[in-house]
């Protein structure tokens, strides 16, 4: 019942910019951790940026300085705002979420979104 949609992506030329949103719907009482992963084609997925409940944030090395994670609690909504962006960016992002519902706790992920980063 609980679901992420996601939101955002496109075709950006390198160093251009997008913002990516990603809102949570659904039985929910509370949502802990949110972030953002990326997966290119034959790769592993891989964890982009987190952000606690309380906006504690940490980010992968290679998008330090480039991508803001951010939240916002009464929406229920995280947003990963992408400068500089590169073309090994290029991935579909996935947002996710550790949501608890009901009767337990689970984590949920988004559709994912493509991002194109390319000349």
């Known amino acids: 019942q609980v679901q992420l949609v996601e939101s955002g992506g496109g075709l950006v030329q390198p160093g251009g910019s997008l913002r990516l949103s990603c809102a949570a719907s659904?039985?929910?009482?509370?949502?802990?951790?949110m972030g953002w992963y990326r997966q290119a084609p034959g790769k592993e997925r891989d964890m982009v940026a987190h952000i606690s409940g309380l906006g504690i944030t940490n980010y992968r090395d290679s998008v330090k300085g480039r991508f803001t994670i951010s939240r916002d609690n009464a929406k229920n909504t995280v947003y990963l705002q992408m400068n500089s962006l590169k073309p090994e960016d290029t991935a579909v992002y996935y947002c996710y979420a550790d949501i608890a519902w009901n009767t337990g706790r689970s984590d949920y992920w988004g559709q994912g979104t493509q991002v194109s980063v390319s000349s």
């Open positions: 659904g039985s929910i009482f509370r949502i802990y951790t």
